[in-house]
């Protein structure tokens, strides 16, 4: 789910391959650079005054925010409810900060069962996660009443919006901090936003959250540092502040629109061949595809994955054209046709 960054982003990741945002004092320019980053990354998720930092990706980001929700616990046996939709990166979490993690189910539109969650929330839930772009079918939860769920139990909502951040603000999702009660959010440049990885973002609400990540740094000139990891290079850094100043809104937007189209196109012509298809809300296909086919198609030197449950799944990044996907198409009836014809025995 990353891609080809944008020229700008690459040149500025080179620059600034040597610095170190984990040292404001020394590096004072990647360091204004990074407030720069999480300006926009507000822009774009709807915070007019954020606070957090450029991270190495979505699994940092969601560690982040599983942690600040356990410091904030009112409970020693914290727990943390999150649908099975949800990126492996949690599971981390709970084995890193041990907490209890409870999965809950989707619902027939591969979106977080609402039902589920208030039947697993309690009084030692300390975080409720949304999903705004699941990783394997590009859904997105119902983040408002996800924060009404965590209001009325007294804990925090944290939105992955890892991959989707960058295509959302097109369309009509309420997904992000206006429109909802979202306490943090993990959002990646480095994903259709065309930074150069590693360039994650981790976003908060406000100050108060964000402190309570921050450790003493006493041989440094700052006196505290709230990033999961100290020394970090600030290509990240420049490179996402290149890409968004290149790209938003309208190149983004232009983005999005094309990689909907895609998607789009590629959905119908895999239902025209008879196969079942989870209808793309965003640039993401999924398809019921035989074992065999899919192995064929990965022999012949095709980059796909599946779903936990089987499914093809192809995500229409900013790199992938409809000519990449019109050959696709092709090399899927010839393997079809192939298969189609009997074998001739020996009788």
């Known amino acids: 789910m990353c891609t080809t960054p944008h020229p700008d982003a690459r040149d500025a990741a080179e620059r600034f391959l040597a610095t170190n945002p ?22 774009l998720a709807g915070l007019g005054d954020p606070t957090g930092y450029v991270a190495s990706g979505g699994t940092e980001a969601n560690i982040q925010a599983v942690r600040i929700a356990r410091e904030r616990a009112d409970s020693p046996r914290p727990n943390v409810v999150v649908p099975e939709s949800g990126h492996f990166s949690f599971q ?40 705004a772009g699941t990783t394997e079918y590009g ?10 769920i965590a209001d009325s139990v007294g804990a925090l909502l944290h939105v992955d919006a890892a991959w989707g951040g960058f295509v959302l603000p097109f369309t009509d999702h309420e997904w992000h901090f206006g429109h909802a009660a979202v306490d943090t959010m993990a959002i990646d440049p480095h994903k259709m936003g065309q930074a150069a990885v590693p360039a994650g973002g981790l976003l908060a609400r406000s100050d108060e959250l964000l402190d309570e990540l921050a450790v003493d740094t ?5 006196t505290a540092q709230a990033t999961l990891t100290g020394t970090r290079s600030g290509a990240g850094v420049a490179s996402a502040v290149a890409a968004m100043e290149a790209l938003w ?3 983004y937007r232009e983005q999005y629109v094309r990689s909907q189209h895609n998607a789009e196109w590629l959905a119908d012509a895999l239902e025209k061949r008879g196969y079942e ?13 035989p074992r065999a086919t899919f192995d064929a198609l990965r022999a012949k030197g095709w980059r796909i994955s599946r779903t936990a449950t089987g499914e093809l799944r192809v995500v229409c990044m900013p790199h992938v054209t409809r000519e990449m996907l019109a050959s696709f198409v092709g090399e899927l009836d010839r393997l079809e046709v192939r298969a189609s014809v009997p074998v001739a025995s020996d009788d």
């Open 139 to 148: 859904r997105v939860d119902p983040i408002p009443e996800l924060g009404r």
């Open 92 to 131: 981390k979490a709970a084995d890193v900060l041990e907490v209890e993690l409870r999965l809950v189910p989707t619902d027939d539109d591969h979106r977080v069962d609402l039902e589920a969650v208030r039947a697993s929330v309690d009084t030692d839930t300390a975080l409720i996660v949304g999903v």
């Open 218 to 222: 006493p041989y440094l000139e700052s």
């Open 249 to 251: 809104p309208d190149g």
């Open 22 to 43: 984990g040292d404001p004092a020394t590096y004072q320019r990647v360091a204004a650079l990074e407030d720069d980053a999480v300006a926009m990354l507000g822009e």
């Open 277 to 289: 298809v989870v209808n793309p809300t965003l640039p993401l296909v999924a398809a019921t595809v």
